[in-house]
């Protein structure tokens, strides 16, 4: 594990054509380092993530994207992901193709990655639209159960709060799938709101250790628009202005070229 400058982690972690997770469930979302990967405009990529909302919104409309394995989508509280039905129904910038599961099947993916394990067994599918993936039969009571494939990114992407000096890293709050997908990944990616000398003991914290981790970027409020608990609020009036920001095309390339291709990271 190395403490890097993030687009230097970037570059060296995500190749094209990867399957990536950047993941984070309403906190803790790794925004800065999406932009990274926007910015030195990384292409073919699968993406996966159990809710994506705006940065993979982002990323699909500036053409990152060739396929997307997600679970519920959408605007947290506001409505759809323009930029996502546009590739969807009108292959803008770039067709994008679509595998959906259920939010269950998603975490038992990854849970089933990071144990290293070929594919995740769960009922989670019946009475829904969704067709299990794959299906077997209990070899105990013969009950018929859906069977998911594991997740094993190439990269996998969160944010934290901080790591210590030696890479260790320390999360709270409400916390996702962020450990699984460390784990399940072939390669890790982790940004920080700070380093510290030494991590002190927070109620209900995950700390990943150093082996784990390929690399540590510190990225001060990596997380924004979303949150970072005891850091900063989630800023709801920016999710509210998406909406009309990634409704047009032109403004939302405007406006990505403005914020997000122009902005510069250490």
Request: some cysteine; proline content about 6%.
């Amino acid at each position: 594990m190395a403490i890097t400058p993030l687009q230097e982690a970037v570059a060296s972690l995500i190749q094209d054509g990867d399957v990536v997770a950047f993941e984070g469930f309403t906190h803790l979302i790794p925004h800065a380092a999406a932009h990274e990967a926007m910015r030195q405009e990384k292409r073919d990529l699968t993406l996966v993530r159990m809710t994506p909302d705006v940065i993979y919104d982002q990323m699909i409309g500036m053409g990152c994207a060739r396929k997307l394995i997600f679970s519920w989508g959408g605007n947290p509280g506001v409505g759809s992901l323009h930029r996502l039905r546009d590739a969807v129904e009108n292959a803008w910038p770039r067709p994008l193709e679509l595998e959906e599961h259920s939010h269950a099947g998603m975490a038992a993916a990854y849970a089933a990655g990071a144990a290293n394990l070929p594919f995740a067994v769960l009922r989670g599918y019946r009475g829904t639209d969704l067709p299990p993936p794959a299906s077997v039969t209990c070899p105990f009571t013969g009950e018929e159960l859906a069977a998911v494939r594991a997740h094993r990114p190439d990269v996998g992407i969160i944010h934290a709060q901080r790591a210590d000096r030696g890479g260790n890293v320390q999360l709270w709050g409400i916390v996702g799938v962020q450990k699984e997908t460390v784990l399940a990944s072939a390669r890790s990616l982790v940004t920080v709101e700070e380093i510290v000398d030494e991590l002190d003991p927070r109620p209900g914290a995950i700390v990943l250790p150093s082996w784990v981790i390929d690399a540590v970027a510190v990225a001060p409020g990596g997380a924004r628009p979303s949150y970072a608990h005891g850091y900063y609020d989630r800023d709801n009036d920016f999710y509210v202005a998406w909406d009309t920001i990634s409704r047009d095309r032109d403004t939302f390339t405007e406006w990505m070229q403005q914020h997000v291709l122009g902005a510069t990271t250490a």
